[in-house]
């Protein structure tokens, strides 16, 4: 597609519950990145994949978030047995090899409530 | 670790009215620095970047940034602001000690009434 797809666009959660949210990069992008934006505040990085592999998931908040892109095309980012502080806006970013790090083209981002 | 503070988290011009958003960071080593915006409904996009060279970067739709280290500033500006500029600004930092690491700032609101 023409630019960067996350799904679902609003996802609303029981704590407690396991979500996975989608990410399609733009094609032939081999850098992917998940940021977590909270209400009123900037972007956080979670992690980073080049290609199929993660090369960095410092950013991961605890061992209940789990992300994979295991043929280096879409990405998903699982958390599980979700909880209130999980409640934000999680944004799929790409960029192709050729950019300079901190060139990303975002998606709309995965709007996630937990209640 | 880096942090990047923006002081303004919401601001208010009437159209033709000169903008400036502040932006500073924390870290001494060499930087990437960006700016993005997301108008509303819209995705994060990239407005401007500066790498190295000229300190003063343009960007699109008429914003410029300068860069000053001295001061750890990457303070963004418009000479006259429209409408269509309401969004949300934000601005990140890429230092040479985070790899692909982009650290961002707060965020300012910014509000242009027509």
């Known amino acids: 597609g023409a630019g960067v797809s996350q799904s679902p666009r609003y996802k609303v959660a029981k704590r407690g519950q396991d979500v996975a949210l989608r990410c399609d990069p733009i094609s032939g992008h081999v850098s992917l990145f998940w940021y977590q934006q909270a209400l009123g505040q900037g972007p956080e990085f979670l992690t980073y994949f080049q290609n199929e592999a993660q090369l960095d998931k410092s950013g991961l908040p605890s061992d209940r978030f789990f992300a994979e892109r295991p043929e280096g095309s879409v990405s998903t980012l699982k958390i599980q047995r979700t909880q209130q502080e999980d409640s934000a806006v999680y944004l799929c970013a790409s960029r192709t090899s050729g950019s300079r790090a901190g060139e990303l083209f975002f998606g709309e981002g995965s709007r996630l409530t937990v209640l | 670790a880096q942090s990047v503070s923006q002081h303004n988290h919401h601001v208010i011009l009437s159209e033709a009215a000169s903008l400036e958003l502040g932006c500073n960071y924390s870290?001494?080593?060499?930087?990437?620095l960006f700016w993005y915006v997301q108008y509303p409904g819209q995705h994060l996009q990239l407005l401007l970047k500066?790498?190295?060279?000229?300190?003063l970067v343009k960007g699109i739709k008429g914003f410029e940034a300068e860069f000053i280290k001295s001061k750890f500033s990457f303070n963004l500006r418009k000479p006259s602001v429209q409408w269509s500029d309401t969004a949300e600004y934000f601005c990140?930092?890429?230092?040479?000690?985070?790899?692909?690491?982009?650290?961002f700032g707060g965020g300012t609101r910014l509000m242009v009434k027509p």
């Open positions: 870290y001494g080593g060499t930087v990437n």
């Open positions: 500066y790498f190295s060279g000229d300190p």
């Open positions: 990140a930092v890429n230092a040479d000690n985070a790899g692909n690491m982009l650290t």
